[in-house]
């Protein structure tokens, strides 16, 4: 039995609020590319759950989860240095603008890490009820398109996924390879001139304000 299906014979045993747990824990995990998926192929296999709530308990417990990392970003901010911020203020007006479409387009994608980018929206005070609208749909349309695959594709495939992403070896090299791009983006990111790389394509970027001078100004929370 493999760790995951350790996991989830003790969260499954809750129904859909286990699988929900589970993929709330899974999706808290920052920089550590565990995929969450195999929770949904270990479901399935299991023979308990309706395709479509399995699809919606899991869609939610990611939302939770990468609304947590969202929310710690975003109320992180002042901890930054000024200096930091003041270079990453073209960054952060672009992706302000523009976080909706890449907050649905990373939630599509099934397999971490997006930690950067959620990370990097919410130092950008993307409004938070965006985050979680986009998150959650990007995240309910790619869990029906992989449960209604394993269930037509049937238990071959289920159990291909199930081996290949719990391989300790593929998780090590994974984790490992992972943890260092995460590293070096957020090098990157705190240490590149924001503005001479986004302005000639965003000029609207390097007007001057700032994200802080918009603060004032209806600004959602949660």
């Excluded at 969202?70 to 990453?88: D, E, N, P, V």
């Excluded at 001139?193 to 100004?217: A, L, Q």
Aim: aromatic share 10%; net charge positive.
């Amino acid at each position: 039995m493999t760790l995951l299906e350790e996991i989830f014979s003790i969260g499954g045993s809750l129904g859909y609020a286990g699988v929900l747990i589970v993929t709330l824990l899974i999706s808290l995990i920052v920089f550590v590319p565990i995929p969450y998926i195999p929770v949904l192929v270990i479901a399935l296999l299991s023979g308990r759950f309706d395709p479509n709530l399995l699809a919606l308990a899991s869609a939610i417990g990611v939302t939770l989860g990468r609304t947590t990392i969202f929310l710690a970003s975003y109320h992180g901010r002042s901890l930054i240095k000024k200096k930091t911020l003041t270079r990453m203020t073209p960054l952060q007006l672009l992706l302000t603008r523009y976080g909706s479409l890449g907050s649905f387009v990373a939630a599509l994608t099934p397999f971490p890490p997006d930690d950067i980018f959620i990370i990097l929206l919410g130092i950008s005070k993307f409004d938070p009820w965006k985050f979680v609208v986009t998150t959650f749909f990007g995240k309910l349309i790619v869990n029906l398109v992989v449960v209604w695959i394993l269930l037509l594709w049937g238990r071959p495939l289920a159990l291909q996924i199930l081996n290949r992403t719990s391989d300790p070896v593929y998780l090590a090299i994974f984790t490992i390879v992972s943890v260092s791009l995460v590293g070096c983006l957020l090098y990157l990111v705190t240490k590149l001139d924001w503005g001479s790389i986004i302005s000639k394509r965003f000029p609207w970027t390097v007007s001057g304000h700032s994200i802080d001078d918009n603060e004032s100004g209806g600004e959602s929370k949660i």
